[in-house]
């Protein structure tokens, strides 16, 4: 942490020299950063306190707020300040795992500041609705269903379940009483489509229509008797509720292609070959209950 600290008073250092070979721009700058304290001579100001809440984030305690959370990050930088100047004044900052650490330090800083920008510059209103609307003329028609099971360990104990459901009982009763999967209440799977569902799952809930249900259906999960309610066509869901997703995919191809191109035009050799990529693991087959 205090490391970071130290490629920021290296910034601010340049910062400061850039003011001092230009006065005009200096004059042009908001108003001066608010003073909030000073340890043995040293200014912190709100604007420190603003970019130590932007680097702990989410390492802050979650009930600290408003002027409580300020307070806190200020007794950080406070401490934080004290620590450095010991180190400074033990001459820590003299010795050669230090200055690479800086370098690298400073090099992170950069390039998060790089990347903070092409960020910025690519979220726009207009490149967030074109690839959501790409991705909504991309997707197939594709039909789901919503749909009650009743899992059991073996077959004679769904032959058992579906003779009550012949009988008349009410399916969600019979599955709430006999039904060995907990993730469903009633054995209520919700929508779903058939990629979701292991095969033999799947293949037999989309072959019946809406009131209807299966013979028993064996699975590596069980057997199941499976009930279908609903049917429809799957709908790509409206751009508000998928606009956070979509910007954070406009920023990552963004800065993946800045990241690519500087890759293409740079001059990159490796003292060694680079390793190969680990082979993906099989993905497990989905379980047939919505969790």
């Known amino acids: 942490m205090f490391m970071k600290q130290s490629s920021r008073a290296l910034a601010a250092g340049l910062a400061c020299a850039l003011a001092m070979a230009a006065p005009a721009i200096l004059a042009a700058s908001p108003t001066a950063a608010k003073v909030l304290a000073t340890v043995n001579g040293k200014e912190i100001t709100d604007e420190d306190v603003k970019i130590a809440t932007e680097d702990l984030g989410a390492s802050l305690p979650a009930q600290l707020e408003g002027k409580a959370r300020e307070a806190y990050i200020l007794d950080f930088l406070i401490d ?36 903070s920008q092409v960020a910025k510059s690519a979220v726009t209103d207009a490149a967030v609705k074109a690839t959501y609307d790409e ?20 077959d004679a104990d769904a032959q058992a379940a579906l003779k009550r459901v012949k009988g ?22 919700g929508w779903f489509t058939k990629e979701r569902m292991v095969p033999e799952f799947g293949d037999a809930a989309f072959k019946l229509k809406p009131g209807e249900y299966s013979e028993p259906v064996k699975s590596p999960f069980g057997w199941h008797i499976i009930q279908v309610e609903e049917k429809r066509q799957k709908t790509f869901p409206p751009l508000d509720e998928v606009k956070d997703q979509v910007s954070r995919y406009v920023v990552q191809k963004a800065q993946s292609e800045m990241v690519a191109q500087l890759r293409k035009t740079a001059k990159i050799e490796r003292t060694e070959p680079a390793p190969e990529a680990a082979a993906p693991a099989t993905p ?8």
């Open 284 to 291: 497990a087959a989905p379980a047939p209950a919505k969790k």
């Open 80 to 115: 934080g300040a004290l620590v450095a100047q010991k180190a400074q004044s033990d001459k820590l900052d003299q010795g050669p795992d230090f200055a690479k650490k800086l370098a690298y330090f400073r090099e992170k800083l950069l390039m998060e500041i790089l990347l």
């Open 135 to 154: 991705a909504a003329k991309a997707q197939k028609p594709e039909t789901e269903i919503r749909a009650r099971h009743i899992l059991v360990p073996t």
């Open 168 to 189: 008349g009982e009410d399916f969600a009763k019979v599955a709430k009483e006999v039904s060995k999967d907990p993730g469903s209440e009633g054995g209520e799977l």
